[in-house]
């Protein structure tokens, strides 16, 4: 009787995650685990600089504009620029002075670039 109940709450588990959408599968403890989401593959962000600034129309050339990647590429930019610019800003503050100038180029460009680009 007990066997025959697991048996069927899993059946009923198993119809309930076709029906529904949701993707499950059983580990090798027999628990019920949600598979995580495919990764997207590994997008590759270029630029150009010019005067220690990023010109905007250079970002993502190497993609063909238009293309799904280009847009990805060119949303993945926009991160790079705001978590660069938050590293730079960091070092900045908690260096101390003169060494601190070294990364101030750095945090100018990133943060230039993080508020004025938008794909």
Known sequence: MIRT???SALILI???AICC?????LNK???IT????KKKPA??????ERDNR???DSVCLNYPEGDITYRDCRQEARVIFRQRCEKYTDLYQKTKAPYHLKH???RDKYCYAASQYWP
Do not use: L, M, Y
């Open 43 to 48: 997008i590759k962000v270029s630029w150009q």
């Open 5 to 7: 109940f697991t048996i």
């Open 14 to 16: 198993f119809i309930t």
């Open 54 to 56: 990023i010109i905007h």
């Open 29 to 31: 403890k027999s628990h």
């Open 34 to 37: 949600k598979r995580p989401a």
């Open 21 to 25: 959408g949701d993707s499950f599968a």
């Open 104 to 106: 101030e180029d750095n």
